[in-house]
Nanobody, 125 residues
Framework: QVQLTESGGGTVAAGGSLTLSCESTVPAGRTFSEFVMAWFRQAPGKEREFVATISQKGWSIRYADSVKGRYSISRNNPNNMAYLQMNTLKPEDTAVYYC???????????????WGQGTQVTVSS
């Protein structure tokens, strides 16, 4: 069983920055570096959308067009942690942000078997 716990959400003014963290448990016999990590977000009344993903050892990274140039995804495998650094935030970035884990590198939510509970990010005008 993999459990993901997000932290770092909150309210920030437009143009500001925020860093989200995701801590993962690792099943016996596995290592964190076996898992692809990703971030998705969901605004009220909208579908869950892809934000960013990072491959098992961090060698491959993909971003949604809406956040590229502003967001940075990273991971620290010895600490079983993934991060999302968000800069130049806009009101349209307001959403619940979810950390996800899976075994294949993908921008699609169905590729990820494990999900955190989400953390709220609110960007005020």
């Amino acid at each position: 069983q993999v459990q993901l716990t997000e932290s770092g959400g909150g309210t920030v003014a437009a143009g500001g920055s925020l860093t989200l963290s995701c801590e993962s448990t690792v099943p016996a016999g596995r290592t964190f570096s076996e898992f692809v990590m990703a971030w998705f977000r969901q605004a009220p009344g909208k579908e869950r959308e892809f934000v960013a993903t990072i491959s098992q050892k961090g060698w491959s990274i993909r971003y949604a067009d809406s956040v590229k140039g502003r967001y940075s995804i990273s991971r620290n495998n010895p600490n079983n942690m993934a991060y999302l650094q968000m800069n130049t935030l806009k009101p349209e970035d307001t959403a619940v942000y979810y950390c996800a884990s899976g075994d294949t590198f993908s921008t699609g939510p169905h590729a990820y078997a494990y999900w955190g509970q989400g953390t709220q990010v609110t960007v005020s005008s």
